[in-house]
């Protein structure tokens, strides 16, 4: 094969492929030749496939092997009357040569976008490869097909009134309708969706809707014609295409990007028309809607990219979005890429990093280190970890960009960014990495109003006053706060905050706000029964008002300027009335009479709720939050809150609004805290971090860091050598009240 390909590409060299015209079932023949990016051509974007049951081409009079996926996609596109002239990364680069391959690697940025188009190739009806017997046979069947090319305008409703008819909805009945049919019929559902029409989404919905059937068209050809469509949808989304890391720089920059699936041809804005939630999506079963959840959120995530370019800013405007705010955490687009699409797959953990480096505009003129796929892994992600230290201007890593695999050879302190696949019910938590912006546990903060890190001119005393924010400069330092080790570890300033002397794990998967609520409970049992009130930092604010900002990170509430439609927003001042109410709400529903009997006693129920003395009706004791209660049920077993005797005041009379506000709470309790762990420490702070941690792991507060961290010492080392474990929200000190420059010394993360 070294003889095709000749000398190594040099400069703004790369090779084009002149696929030659051909029927169906003729043998794929091509001429490859060097050229520019200034000449005309066409990018393919698919995914390489299993190596195995490979096929083979013609090139150049040579035999060259191609995988199955790759023959797949070249007839797919391969005109009958006239030639193509394609790049295509595995034929056009030289695969052996690792030279020449970090060459052109880095040239693709350019290659995909100075392309005339990008054809992407999402697959067929082959998707799961067959033996060779099986496929030679299903694939001559599939090029019998007559193609259909969607133009996303008029030209298509010949199509999509057949759709619309509904006749076709018999043949599902019958079983009788063709795969290729319900794959068209699937994208005249997204073009008619697309369109936005009110009389054809009501067609749509006397089609597909059980409750919507016309007299024509029966409950039983409706439910037949749903799950038909709805099961080609889920292999259309399931595609590979979707999923790897490559097809996203891909797609990302190309100037007009074609999808062709099986015998269908599309323009990606047909799918990015359709990619929102329609009215009659509604009256369908859950799996149905789950299924176009899917569709809409892949789509989404590649048309927002498309639209506004690399990173997608956020506008002030939806500031209080918390998952936005998470991936897009700097002004360093390369972090907010690898946060968001950590999870497409890659065969070499290296193209984890090398697929977003050309589409992060901050990184494609670095020169800071070049793509060599001669490069250690791990040193690679360690040198991509320095460099975000250094752009950002801050200690950003997470315990969601840190979790890796038991064996991971990487430096603790170190994100693996090469994990495939989603993360279990464990990992699903944003943890501090959504509200950590509005926190400055250290010497600098998130600025809402300029969108950007700042650092505090004075270090040595409290970050946040009564008045506000102190004086401040308007970037972060840029002189150098760690150092990286040869040995890869990191030295930098820390403060040894605590000592985490308690944990309780959270639960984590179905009831999880029931099982969260008894945990809550457990925890409360234990911190009230060890330590005493003048042992902790909280003096007599209710422990519930702590455990409730613990549980959301942080998160406060606010309502509109009409008093209705609450939003949890982390920017908005303290409010812990309303906070307790929500503890009320949100947690304390799920309690029963049995755990209370059996874990709280009354000298501890004054604590949780903060009632301390005697008012009005004898009897009867009363917190700041002007609720009352009776102590008289205590001796006869707790109950659930209404047996609690509190009087209804008017904190407890929840409107609409408050309703709403709760349920808002819950989300972000669920968000927060499954799969965490609660925390308090050995003078009495509590909080919440990663489920790792353990008794005797240590809290610090590192320089340049936004929210303390979870780290535990090593046992054979002398030094100051520890583990980073994750970020960890402690109630009390996120607003840099425990930070004193004086008090830092060094320590190394290993």
Not at 1 to 21: F, K, Q, T
Not at 390 to 418: C, H, I, K, M, Q
Request: glycine share 6%; hydrophobic share 40%.
């Amino acid at each position: 094969m070294a003889s095709l390909y000749g000398d190594v590409l040099v400069g703004n060299e790369i090779r084009l492929l002149e696929v030659l015209p051909g029927s169906w079932t003729e043998v794929l023949t091509g001429r490859l030749y060097k050229a520019d990016t200034s000449q005309r051509y066409t990018a393919l974007s698919y995914c390489w496939g299993c190596p195995r049951n490979g096929r083979k081409m013609e090139i150049n009079e040579q035999v060259a092997p191609i995988t199955l996926n790759l023959e797949r996609a070249l007839r797919t596109i391969r005109p009958q009357t006239e030639s193509i002239v394609l790049w295509v990364d595995a034929i056009c680069i030289h695969q052996d040569n690792l030279a020449e391959k970090g060459h052109q690697v880095n040239l693709m940025y350019e290659i995909y976008k100075n392309a005339d188009r990008v054809y992407a190739y999402l697959g067929d009806s082959l998707d799961i490869e067959p033996t060779d017997a099986q496929y030679d046979k299903s694939f001559d069947c599939l090029g019998q097909i007559p193609r259909v090319e969607f133009r996303n305008d008029e030209t298509d409703q010949p199509f999509t009134d057949r759709f619309l008819s509904g006749s076709w909805t018999h043949e599902c009945l019958s079983g009788t309708c063709s795969n290729s049919d319900l794959l068209t019929n699937l994208f005249c559902l997204l073009r008619v969706c697309g369109s936005k029409r009110e009389v054809e989404q009501s067609q749509i919905k006397s089609l597909l809707t059980p409750s919507g059937h016309s007299a024509q068209i029966d409950e039983f050809h409706s439910v037949a014609a749903t799950r038909a469509l709805f099961k080609n949808l889920r292999a259309f989304t399931n595609s590979s295409w979707w999923h790897r890391i490559w097809t996203l720089q891909e797609a990302l920059v190309a100037t007009q990007l074609t999808v062709f699936y099986g015998h269908l041809s599309a323009p990606f804005e047909l799918l990015h028309d359709a990619a929102y939630i329609p009215e009659f999506l509604l009256t369908l079963q859950n799996e149905y809607q789950q299924g176009w959840n899917v569709f809409v959120m892949l789509v989404n995530a590649l048309a927002v990219h498309r639209m506004m370019g690399i990173p997608a800013l956020i506008p002030k405007s939806s500031a209080r979005n918390l998952e936005l705010l998470r991936t897009n955490s700097t002004n360093v687009p390369l972090l907010s890429l690898l946060r968001e699409f950590r999870y497409r797959g890659s065969t070499d953990p290296r193209d984890k990093i090398f697929a977003l480096l050309n589409i992060a505009p901050d990184f494609r003129n670095s020169v800071s280190f070049t793509l060599d796929y001669g490069m250690n892994v791990s040193h690679l992600f360690q040198q991509v970890a320095i460099y975000l230290f250094e752009g950002t201007g801050y200690f950003w890593p997470t315990y969601r960009d840190l979790f890796r695999n038991a064996n991971s050879p990487l430096p603790s302190w170190v994100p693996d960014w090469s994990r495939d696949g989603e993360m279990d019910d464990q990992q699903k938590f944003s943890g501090a990495s959504g509200a950590v912006l509005f926190h400055c546990a250290s010497n600098i903060y998130y600025d809402a109003e300029q969108d950007k890190i700042c650092l505090m001119e004075n270090s040595d005393t409290p970050l946040v006053n009564g008045e506000g924010f102190q004086q401040h400069s308007s970037r972060p330092s840029s002189e150098q706060w760690f150092s990286w080790l040869p040995n890869g570890a990191l030295k930098m300033p820390a403060l040894r905050f605590d000592r985490v002397a308690y944990i309780q794990p959270l639960t984590s998967g179905e009831y999880m706000l029931s099982k969260i609520g008894r945990d809550v409970l457990s925890f409360a049992f234990h911190f009230l029964s060890h330590k005493p009130r003048d042992e902790v930092p909280y003096g007599l604010l209710p422990l519930a008002v702590v455990l409730m900002r613990v549980l959301c990170g942080g998160t406060k509430c606010k309502y509109d300027e009409a008093g209705v439609n609450p939003e949890v927003s982390i920017l908005e001042s303290k409010d812990d009335i309303k906070l307790f109410q929500m503890f009320v709400m949100t947690l304390g529903k799920h309690w029963v009479d049995a755990w209370l009997e059996r874990i709280l006693n009354e000298s501890w129920i004054l604590r949780l709720f903060g009632f301390w003395n005697y008012v009005g009706q004898p009897g009867l004791l009363t917190n700041t939050y002007g609720c009352k209660l009776d102590p008289k049920p205590f001796s006869r077993g707790i109950g659930n809150f209404k047996a609690f005797g509190m009087v209804s005041e008017s904190v407890f009379q929840a409107s609409s609004p408050d309703i709403a506000l709760a349920r808002q709470f819950s989300y972000a309790i669920e968000g927060m805290a499954q799969g965490r762990t609660l925390l308090y420490t050995e003078k009495g702070w509590i909080g919440i971090g990663p489920p790792i941690t353990l008794v005797g792991d240590d809290v610090v507060l590192f320089q340049q860091a936004l929210c303390p961290y979870v780290v535990r010492r090593t046992q054979d080392t002398t030094d100051e050598a520890y583990k980073l474990l994750g970020d960890c929200y402690v109630d009390g000190i996120m607003d840099g009240e425990a930070y004193n420059k004086s008090r830092l010394r060094e320590i190394r993360l290993i």
